[in-house]
Structure formats: C-alpha cells, structure tokens
C-alpha cells in the first residue's frame, strides 16, 4: 500500500471543478483523484480523505484543500494539477498496541422493511426521529442521543475490525451531502468525523481493515482509518 498527502493546484483546475473541491463535493475531488491512477481499469483503487489545510509552515497558505490518500498502487503526480508526497505504507502492528486514530465515516444500519429488501438507515438521523415533534430537535437530549449511536456504531463494530475502543471515541462534524451525478436523483449519505484511541485486537484483521476502509461511501471520502503512534 502507498499512503499520500496530495495537494491540488487550483491553477490547473475549471471554475465549475474548483468551485466543487472547495465546497467539499464528493464526486469532484472523487473524479478529480482518479486521474493520478491514469493506466487503472477496475474498481477504484484507493481510500481518501478530504482537509483544508492548516498551517502555512512549509510556505503552503492555509485553507486550499489536502488530500490524504491510501492506494493499493503508487499515484502519478500531474505537473500543474496534482502534487503527491507519496511513501509505501506497510503498518508493524501487535495485539496491545494502542494508537491514535482519526476516521470519517458513514453509519448506517440495515433498516428491514416487510416484504422488501432491507434499506439502509442513517443511524444519527434515526436517532434524533423520536425527537422531531414538539422542537425537541434541537435540544441537548437529542444531540446526546446522535452523539452516543454513532459512537455505539462503531463501537459495536470495531471487533470485526480488529480493534477495540478503550475509551469513547470523540464525535465531531456530522454532515449530510447529496452528490449530483449526470442526471436522476442524487446520491445521498453522511459522514461522521471520529477520533481518539483504539487498542490493536487482531493485527492482520486491523491491516485488512486498513485496506479496505470502514462502512459505506467509501467512494466518496469516507472509510478511510488513519492512524499514528500516540
């Protein structure tokens, strides 16, 4: 595996494209990505995670758009478009390890309907239902509500990931997108902004995680598991 942080030059970018990367718009920065795996045909070969860049130490302003990128092949840079810093990502884990971890992801459950194929349900957005009547949407049961299914989701799935959370993992931005894509209805989904601690379970499990992202919308930004020595 390659672990990149690619970089965009706004330059070599459409008003239109531009406009969308600097949105957060999935589908652009997904198209945009697959040009530095120009020679790939098949399924999508790599995890990404979109941030805006933070400090301005290494002479880069602040606020133009980071990718960070996990592939399963090294990416070709694209002189005046994409600049990748790019280095081969084989993780040493063991059982006990405990790493800091930072993740966005998109929970969902398997909602059955009778007599249908199960749908797939947005657990905050199921979470806050019992809320809706009466303004109780906005009150601080409800947000601790949401809060504590998306830690529950992932904390009931983290053994099937090969870790485990020793502590509760912090909940950040919840967002709602809906990604236009030719034409027909758009594609809807969440993403969710986790971090804090996990304890390394099953390495190999945890390595085959790594790789293969965390839940759905794995297209469009989410799944991607990052992680570093506390």
């Given at each position: 595996m390659y672990l990149s942080r690619v970089r965009v030059d706004l330059n070599g970018l459409s008003r239109g494209v531009l406009f969308d990367i600097m949105d957060g718009r999935a589908y652009a920065a997904h198209q945009l990505l697959w040009r530095l795996f120009p020679d790939h045909q098949g399924a999508r070969p790599f995890l990404y995670r979109q941030e805006m860049e933070e400090s301005g130490e290494d002479g880069v302003p602040k606020g133009l758009p980071l990718f960070y990128v996990l592939s399963d092949r090294?990416?070709?840079?694209?002189?005046?478009?994409l600049e990748a810093q790019c280095k081969p990502f084989a993780?040493?884990?063991?059982?006990?390890?405990?790493?800091?971890?930072r993740l966005r992801a998109n929970p969902t459950i398997a909602k059955s309907v009778t007599g249908q194929r199960g749908q797939r349900a947005d657990v905050l957005m199921a979470a806050k239902y019992p809320f809706e009547s009466g303004g109780d949407r906005k009150s601080q049961a409800c947000a601790d509500a949401m809060d504590a299914a998306a830690r529950g989701w992932l904390e009931e799935r983290a053994g099937a990931w090969g870790f485990r959370l020793p502590v509760a993992?912090?909940?950040?931005?919840?967002?709602?997108?809906?990604?236009?894509k030719d034409k027909g209805r758009p594609i809807r989904f969440s993403s969710v902004d986790y971090e804090g601690l996990l304890e390394v379970v099953e390495p190999g499990r945890l390595v085959?995680?790594?790789?293969?992202?965390?839940?759905?919308?794995k297209a469009f930004g989410c799944g991607l598991l990052l992680l570093r020595r506390p």
């Open positions: 090294e990416p070709q840079p694209i002189a005046g478009l993780p040493v884990l063991e059982a006990g390890d405990r790493l800091a971890f993992p912090e909940v950040g931005a919840y967002r709602q997108h809906a990604l236009s085959e995680t790594l790789a293969q992202g965390v839940g759905r919308a």
